[in-house]
């Protein structure tokens, strides 16, 4: 229903409408309407805040690099190119990177006294387990169940534990090159379950 | 990093797991690399499936605030294709440059916007590579910077807008004493951040590449303690429209 509302409105702009229905609500706030950013507000906050929450972890911290992402979405709005990924794709990593920028930056500062590469606990951040039962979920848990163990591993650690592969490696005591591989292996392989097109 | 190494990258890049510098070196790789381009942008897809498995709404309250801030938010604009940039009208006159020195000296002398964005680390072996996907992207144009006083040496800055990327080049520069390092400014058009790089010139040069976002209108060096300044304490050496 939501789809065919935003067509009807799309009308003027179908072809975008066509390839991904919130290109047409960010070219529409590229163009300074914020009527149709507070739509794309709206489909895309659960999203992003999950990804920066996990993060992030902190939740006072997380709704400031939210408030954040958003604005650079706002700002960048006008430079959106669709050819490079889809919106949700494209807000994603923005606001991940946000998160990620965020975490190491307050880290940087522990550093230099603690040295804790090597004492940090390991965090593995199960996402088999906590994916909400929806759905994508479902979709999701299984794509992640087909990665070997330590492909997850070093996939989760990464993207929500928002450690570099050079400190998954001093995490796991394994070779960098060889997490860059099970990074990599496990990127394709729930790349090809989630039938992604390359 | 060896050309076979960058492209094993891409994941790691997808993920944000590499670091600043690997960062600043891959995003001056991939776009012209069609392998690594379908990588990140696949990747991306995947995880942006993954991360909506994980969706969690953000505190009503938080919708309000937005929509409040991107009122007073002014938005970038588009990128223009290289085609419509026109070399010569950079180029243009001195009277402009001098105007816009002042207003960067003003800007920078009583101390609005220095924000620190972002930073680059030490020694950049793949300088050469990453400032040569730089320097071969149709729309970059090269700045060099003019003196302002008597500094001695040169910089050139050079931009590429649709890289998000710059190449800072500095020779026959002096030693900036001890303790000290230069450090480039970026001033927008807001003049409400700037962006900062410091380095010692070691063997008198400068080489290298870093990240900028949005759309400096100039840029500035002048010499500050090493570990950083978030304003400028010191008078603009070199300077130049971006």
């Avoid at chain 2, 080489?207 to 978030?230: H, K, Y």
């Amino acid at each position: 229903m939501r789809r065919n509302a935003l067509r009807r409105r799309a009308a003027d702009d179908r072809d975008a409408d066509q390839k991904d229905p919130l290109g047409t609500l960010l070219s529409r706030a590229g163009r300074g309407d914020q009527s149709a950013f507070e739509e794309l507000y709206d489909a895309l906050a659960p999203l992003l805040h999950g990804v920066v929450l996990k993060v992030v972890r902190d939740p006072a911290q997380s709704e400031e690099v939210m408030q954040e992402a958003f604005i650079e979405l706002w700002r960048l709005a006008p430079r959106y190119d669709d050819s490079r990924g889809s919106v949700r794709a494209w807000a994603a990593t923005l606001a991940h990177r946000r998160a990620i920028d965020r975490v190491r930056s307050e880290q940087s500062g522990r550093d230099r006294t603690e040295r804790e590469a090597q004492k940090r606990p390991i965090q593995t951040n199960d996402v088999a387990e906590q994916v909400v039962a929806n759905i994508d979920g479902t979709r999701v848990r299984k794509a992640l169940e087909r990665l070997t163990e330590m492909q997850r591993q070093a996939v989760e650690l990464a993207y929500f534990g928002g450690h570099s592969y050079r400190e998954v490696a001093l995490l796991l005591d394994v070779a960098e090159g060889t997490i860059k591989t099970r990074i990599r292996d496990g990127l394709i392989r729930l790349r090809d379950e989630l039938g992604v097109a390359t | 990093m060896s050309g076979t190494d960058i492209h094993q990258l891409a994941a790691a890049y997808a993920l944000d797991a590499v670091d600043y510098h690997e960062r600043a070196e891959f995003e001056a790789h991939y776009p012209t690399c069609a392998i690594c381009k379908a990588e990140v942008a696949g990747f991306r897809e995947t995880l942006s499936q993954v991360a909506a498995a994980t969706a969690v709404p953000p505190p009503s309250s938080l919708k309000a605030r937005v929509m409040a801030e991107i009122g007073e938010t002014r938005q970038l604009s588009p990128l223009l294709p290289a085609s419509v940039i026109d070399l010569a009208t950079h180029r243009q006159g001195r009277q402009r440059m001098v105007r816009m020195l002042t207003a960067a000296a003003v800007l920078v002398v009583i101390g609005i916007g220095a924000f620190v964005v972002g930073r680059q680390s030490g020694d950049d072996n793949g300088y050469a590579e990453a400032a040569d996907a730089i320097l071969g992207q149709p729309d970059t144009r090269i700045s060099p910077l003019e003196a302002t006083g008597a500094a001695e040496g040169r910089f050139q800055v050079a931009w590429s807008p649709s890289a998000n990327k710059i190449v800072v080049m500095g020779d026959d520069l002096p030693d900036p004493g001890p303790g000290k390092a230069y450090e480039l400014w970026l001033v927008d058009d807001a003049g409400s951040h700037a962006v900062r790089l410091l380095d010692k010139a070691d063997g008198r040069k400068v080489r290298r590449v870093l990240s900028v976002e949005g759309s400096p209108s100039q840029w500035a060096i002048t010499v500050e303690p090493e570990e950083g300044v978030e304003k400028a304490t010191t008078d603009i050496i070199f300077a130049a429209p971006a």
